[in-house]
């Protein structure tokens, strides 16, 4: 896969180089280029932001540096190749596993991180014409800027790629995941010593009985997502429940 970020603070980036995203690179599974967007202005203070039209707050990023860079960034891929365009901001579509699932699937990724009050709405407008662009949010908090979204979001895709984690299957249980707890929020875990500090760890998990720790561990995680997350629970067809699920 083909990931481009295209930001003001080329360096905020730094993390993609270390742990499982930097692993990725270095296996050649991701192909990371980050890019300065300075680089496309043409003024001697690099400007890429002005004031907002019909007045307000904060300063709005301009078009054409963005369009300058996208452009190059585009035409450097073979030809007729699109990338998916990545649009950080609070006001866009959330950021799911589901989403995460989609963006692994294609083969390049382009990020536009902004600062400020945000991107001059004609950018999107623009790419949109010939370019699948999704605007996301990766929670409902404001951030200063997106390279931190950007980051989250390449974590949650990269390790879904094949060969990113060690165990193909790890991810198969993971909270939020379609199959596997199918949707809950995963349960407690333990590992050795036996007992720390006076807290010993279930006893059903030292049974070696499968479906007794198969039962237990979804006892938990519905137990977890009812407490934490009623509304992944509301939002289900009760078919999905069992009786026993019902008592838990
Ligand atoms: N930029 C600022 N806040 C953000 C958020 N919550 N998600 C994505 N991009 C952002």
Do not use: C
């Not at 990725?24 to 300065?36: I, T």
């Not at 019909?54 to 990338?83: F, H, Q, Y």
């Not at 014409?129 to 999704?134: I, K, T």
């Not at 049974?207 to 629970?233: E, F, K, M, N, V």
């Amino acid at each position: 896969m083909r990931l481009d970020v295209i930001t003001i603070f080329p360096e905020y980036l730094e993390p993609l180089n270390v742990s499982l995203v930097g692993k990725a690179r270095s296996r050649g599974v991701l192909d990371v280029r980050v890019h300065d967007l300075r680089e496309w202005t043409h003024d001697r203070h690099h400007t890429v932001d002005d004031t907002p039209y019909g007045g307000g707050p904060g300063m709005v990023m301009k078009p054409e540096p963005w369009g300058e860079a996208l452009d190059t960034v585009i035409d450097s891929g073979s030809p007729g190749e699109r990338p998916v365009v990545i649009v950080p901001t609070p006001s866009g579509r959330p950021f799911t596993q589901e989403l995460a699932i989609h963006l692994a699937a294609r083969p390049w990724l382009v990020f536009t991180p902004a600062r400020y009050e945000g991107i001059d709405r004609r950018v999107v407008e623009e790419y949109a014409r010939d370019h699948e662009v999704l605007e996301v949010s990766i929670g409902d908090y404001v951030l200063a800027g997106g390279e931190a979204p950007v980051l989250v979001m390449t974590e949650a895709v990269a390790r879904l790629l094949p060969g990113v984690l060690g165990n193909a299957e790890s991810h198969r249980d993971d909270s939020f995941a379609p199959g596997g707890m199918a949707g809950l929020l995963e349960g407690p875990v333990y590992t050795k010593p036996p007992e720390w500090r006076g807290h010993g760890i279930p006893e059903v998990l030292l049974s070696g009985h499968h479906g007794r720790i198969a039962r237990w561990r979804r006892d938990q995680a519905l137990r977890r997502t009812a407490r934490h997350r009623p509304d992944l629970i509301a939002g289900r067809d009760p078919a999905e429940f069992d009786a026993h699920d019902l008592r838990v």
